[in-house]
C-alpha cells in the first residue's frame, strides 16, 4: 500500500510544529503577548510582537483571500490611485458580501471605510449616514476596539458637518467604552485627543486643556509605543488641538509653533487619507500665519494645500 505521507498533492509536517497549528490560535497568542509586554511596560517588545501580529494578519489574507477581501484590496487600489468612484464601488461590492455573512465587526470596517471616502470627496450627509451605520454595526459586534473606530469616524462626520454635540457625544462614548489595562494606554490617549476637539467645537477650552494633559501623560509614558502609527497621529491630532487651544487663548505664536509640530508629524505619514490631513493642516496654518501678518508663509502653506488637493483630485 502507498505509505499516507506519499499520498499525491498532500504534505504532512512533523507533529507539532508551529506550521499546523491554527492560524487564529497562533495569531490570539500573538496578541496575548503583546498583552503582557505592553502590561509590563515594555514598548520595545510591544513594538515588536505588535509588527509581529500586523505581518501574520497581512500574510493570512494573502494565503486566503475572500471576495470581499480582494474587493477591499481592489478598493485600496483605486484610493491609491485617486480613483474615488472606483473606489466606492469596490467597497459597496465588499459590504454586499460581508452583509450577506452576518460579520457584524467586518461590516462595521467596511461602512467606515466608505463613509471615511465619502467625507474625502465632500458627500457629508452620505457619509454621516454610513458613519452611523458603522457605529450600529460595531455595538452589535460587541468588541469595544472596533466601537471605538466608529466613533472616531463618527466623530469625524460630525465635526465636518458642524455638529458639536454629536461630535461630543461620540467622542465622551468612546473614552467611556475603552477597558481599563494599560495595553490600551494608546486607544485612550487618542480618545482624549478626539474628546479635546469635539469640546474646542463648543469653545469648552478648560476641559479641552484638561483632556489634552490626561492624554500627554499616557502619550509621553512607557506603554504607547513612539514608534506605531496609531500613536503618531495621535500625537499630530493632540499638537493640532493644543493649537487651537492657545489660539482661542490669543497666543497665536504658540499656536503657529503647534500646528508646525503636528505637520511635521503628519508629513511623513503614507496614503491619500494622510494626505488629505496634511493639506487641511496647512491650511490651519496658512491662517496662523496671516494673523502673524506673515503673508508670504501663509502663501506657501495655501499653496501645497492646494497641490495636494490637485494630486488627490479632490475639490480645490
Known amino acids: 500500500m502507498t505509505p499516507e505521507s506519499n ?13 499546523e497549528q491554527p492560524f487564529m490560535k497562533r495569531f490570539e497568542q500573538t ?21 509581529q501580529a500586523l505581518m501574520m494578519a497581512a500574510e493570512e489574507a494573502q494565503r ?9 484590496e481592489e478598493a485600496a487600489e483605486c484610493e491609491s490611485q485617486s480613483d474615488w468612484a472606483g473606489a466606492e464601488a469596490a467597497y459597496r461590492r465588499a459590504l454586499a458580501l460581508e452583509e450577506a455573512t452576518l460579520s457584524f465587526g467586518l461590516i462595521a470596517k ?16 452620505e457619509a454621516w449616514e454610513f458613519a452611523g451605520a458603522a457605529t450600529s454595526s460595531a455595538r452589535q459586534a460587541k468588541v469595544f476596539p472596533v466601537l471605538v473606530m466608529a466613533l472616531e469616524n463618527q466623530l469625524r462626520c460630525a465635526e465636518a458637518r458642524g455638529d458639536p454635540e454629536a461630535a461630543l457625544a461620540a467622542a465622551s462614548e468612546a473614552v467611556e ?6 495595553v490600551y494606554d494608546s486607544m485612550r490617549a487618542r480618545a482624549l485627543v478626539n474628546r479635546a476637539r469635539s469640546r474646542m467645537m463648543s469653545d469648552d477650552l478648560e476641559r479641552a486643556s484638561l483632556d489634552l494633559a490626561s492624554s500627554h501623560e499616557l502619550l509621553a509614558g512607557p506603554t504607547v509605543s513612539k514608534k506605531l502609527l496609531g500613536p503618531m497621529v495621535a500625537l499630530s491630532n493632540w499638537w493640532e488641538v493644543k493649537s487651537q487651544v492657545l489660539e482661542k487663548r490669543g497666543d497665536i505664536h504658540g499656536a503657529l509653533e503647534a500646528m508646525t509640530k503636528a505637520i511635521e508629524l503628519t508629513r ?3 496614503g491619500p487619507y494622510a494626505r488629505f490631513a496634511l493639506a487641511r493642516a496647512l491650511d490651519r496654518l496658512g491662517a496662523l500665519s496671516l494673523q502673524m501678518g506673515d503673508s508670504e508663509g501663509a502663501e506657501r502653506a495655501g499653496a501645497e494645500a492646494k497641490g495636494i488637493r490637485q494630486e488627490l483630485r479632490l475639490p480645490l
Open 64 to 72: 486566503n483571500p475572500t471576495p470581499s477581501v480582494i474587493a477591499k
Open 110 to 125: 467596511t461602512q467606515m471605510d466608505l463613509s471615511k471616502l465619502l467625507r474625502l470627496v465632500g458627500r457629508l450627509g
Open 268 to 270: 511623513p505619514m503614507e
Open 31 to 51: 496578541i496575548a503577548d503583546y498583552a503582557q509586554a505592553a502590561e509590563g511596560g515594555n514598548s520595545e517588545e510591544a513594538d515588536r510582537i505588535a509588527m
Open 177 to 182: 467604552v475603552i477597558e481599563a489595562g494599560r
Open 7 to 19: 499520498i499525491p498533492g498532500e504534505t504532512k509536517s512533523p507533529e507539532g510544529t508551529e506550521g
